[in-house]
């Protein structure tokens, strides 16, 4: 069976025919990531990064294939001193991430939705790259906003998250 497909359930809990999944867009909602840094110096940190997605918009009941766990070993490069400073930062790691796929309406009976919604699972092996802007609001806090890319294998997948959140320094 091709990557590109996707099984889909009948309403009886059957598998029915694959789907055919074309490349597009996909979202991976609700997830948290955190992220423990050591500053090598004030323009290199060293830091893990753990980001766990829980989806939330799967019909089935398995809350095992709801929630998809990935690490990185990160460089993070700042640029700049004072209050903002810009950064860079790539990496690579393990684990896996889900995107949310709306495959319509492909069972004709009129007593089903029209809006079935499947998952499908990318990675194994990550690796990651972006950057960010962390601005410091006092010594040991900080507002950070971050653009990372990600790129998974062998289920392979391209994926862009956007973060906002804190930074604590200790």
Known sequence: ESENKQERQGTSGTSMA???????????????????AYHLS?????????????????????????????GLL????????????????????GGQLRHRIPLGDYDTSPTTSDDI?????AGVVAFGFGG???IA???????????GGMILVPDFAAH??????LAFSF
């Open 132 to 134: 960010g802007l962390h």
């Open 160 to 165: 862009a998250d956007l973060n906002l959140g």
């Open 42 to 70: 004030p323009q290199w940190h060293l830091s893990a990064l753990v980001r766990v997605q829980l989806l939330n918009a799967v019909r089935d009941g398995n809350t095992s294939e709801k929630i998809s766990v990935l």
């Open 74 to 93: 990160r460089a993070k490069r700042f640029f700049g001193e004072g209050i903002a400073r810009f950064y860079l930062h790539f990496g690579a790691g």
């Open 18 to 36: 694959p789907v055919d999944i074309a490349p597009g867009g996909a979202l991976a909602p609700a997830h948290v990531a955190v992220d423990l």
């Open 117 to 121: 919604v499947d998952t499908r699972v």
């Open 137 to 147: 609001m006092h010594r040991n806090v900080g507002f950070v906003v971050e653009i």
